[in-house]
């Protein structure tokens, strides 16, 4: 039992701490507005084919790991600069700073132009060729592959089908492979009711608005989840960068691609055709166990968007005799770029694949 | 505000308000009128304004399926929310300071995302999103139909091009770049073909000299 002493002095402590937040709220978005830069690394374009370009970060003379590391992000949903999001929370920046030779595959801003953009296209011609740019730019045999979400479905799908591709080593960070465990998602785009054709045949891609709206209807509490998060944190030195930051990001939708929309509904959510080797593209079947390279396999333990068993599927099905799954706290975004990442995923990458290239 | 019973009081209040928006809406759609919340085929965006939504009583959503299913969807809801508030309620004490309540807040908004997600992991959800968006969809459809021709005309007389058209020219200028894409390609392509020839040229060049070399001293 709390004496009334004790209870008014918390409840004055309490009141001051309040104040405080008050205070850096106001000073934070009203006295200050302005949000922070995006895309902090210096970059430089090696290669553009339409919308679709390919960067290389950082300053040659500091490269320490020859082996290129080329990440490959999401296709379309939103863009890539979460993962270069602020000086000292972005995983390029880190990669970068620890010798690596950073490059990533941009896939541009997505809209009705695109429409016609599916697997076959970004897995026969544009990862290839960014493969091909990479390792021209960095005068190296072999690249390692780093596949971020649908990139690391995408990355999981082009080795499959190029046996003889020139990748030393495959990092699948939260890649849905088994779509059977695709969470809420799996039940919404169910091909009997989810109208994914009327949806390609009307905007030609999945628009924008659409994908926010689907993203957000996952997990509708989360922007006052955020909130009550920045008032409890507002006082944090760095936080409230972060959550603008983040902010932004979250709310920065693209389309997808109705080609790859369509796939993506009916023939991984829908039919699970991809981990049960029943996925065929120009003539292919794609088969992952043709998938050889050392694989790090991360997932993370609260996403909601690729559950953890979706993700972790690809270690029973690749031939890969060096592989390693790890589950990491957090969700889908956050485990790759929340705070916590600097001390749990990107030093585990850095050691990880530095143990392989040299 | 530590006992279940005060607690649950607005949620009540919340669950009748509920209640009745539905039977309204239920009534509106047996008698064929117009909804209560929107207009039929209303062309609006599916899904904008979300996370609200599609969800009765929040407006922007016209019943696509039997008046009967969204109430008991979503008064599944609603117990499922307020069974783990009053939960949540009962196991704790009532707020003593600032952050105490902030943390019941927290534990509360928790909840809900769990009664959201218990709720919209049906089929039943599944089957009512698909036909919302169907409907949407249709209804721009007819929308976009209706009032094109009307915009296209407008834009003509402006002088100014139309989406379409926009669209047309996007497409054109990326498929020239692709192609000077796949020409730059062939050339590197032909390029290490012909540096590799050359190599192989020129070892052969170094091979048959050194040989000729080799006989020559033989021969000597």
Known sequence: MVSQAEFVSRLQEDLQENLKRAQAMVDSFVVNPAEPPIEVTPYEVIWKRGKVRLLRYGERDKIKHQTPYLMVPWLGISRPYVLDLLPGNSMIEYLVNQGHDVYLLDWGEIAAEDKELGFEEAVFKLIPRAIDRALEASDAQEITLNGICLGGTLGATYLATHPDAPVKNFVAIVAPINFEEGGMFRVWLDERYFPADLIVEHYGVLPANLMGAGFKMLRPTLEAQALSGLWANVNRPGYVDNYKAMSRWANDFIGMPGRFFGQLSRQMYGKNQLIQGEFVLNGRRVDLSKIQQPLLCVAANQDFIVPSPAARSLMDVVSSEDKEFMELPGGHISVFSGRQAHQTLWPKIDEWVAARVN | ?220
């Open chain 2, 1 to 220: 505000m530590t006992t279940t019973e005060n607690s649950t009081n607005p949620f009540e209040a919340w669950q009748e308000m509920f209640r009745k928006s539905t039977e309204m809406w239920q009534q509106a759609a047996a008698s064929g009128s117009p909804n209560p919340f929107w207009p039929p085929n209303n062309g609006g965006m599916p899904g904008m304004g979300m996370p609200g939504a599609g969800m009765p009583g929040f407006g922007g959503f016209a019943p696509p399926f039997a008046a009967n299913d969204p109430t008991a969807m979503w008064q599944q809801f609603f117990n499922l929310w307020s069974q783990q508030w009053s939960q949540l309620l009962a196991s704790s004490p009532g707020p003593q300071t600032f952050s105490d309540a902030q943390k019941q807040w927290n534990d509360q908004l928790e909840a809900m995302a769990k009664a959201f997600a218990d709720t919209m992991s049906t089929e039943d959800f599944a089957k009512a999103l698909g036909k919302y968006m169907e409907q949407g969809l249709h209804a721009q459809e007819r929308m976009a139909d209706t009032m094109n021709p009307q915009i296209d005309a407008m834009l003509r007389t402006l002088n100014m091009p139309s989406r379409s058209q926009m669209n047309r020219l996007f497409v054109h200028v990326l498929s020239i770049e692709e192609r000077l894409d796949d020409m730059e390609e062939e050339i590197r392509k032909l390029r290490k073909e012909q540096e590799a020839s050359r190599s192989s040229t020129a070892s052969r060049r170094r091979t048959s000299r050194s040989n000729a070399g080799a006989e020559t001293e033989t021969a000597d």
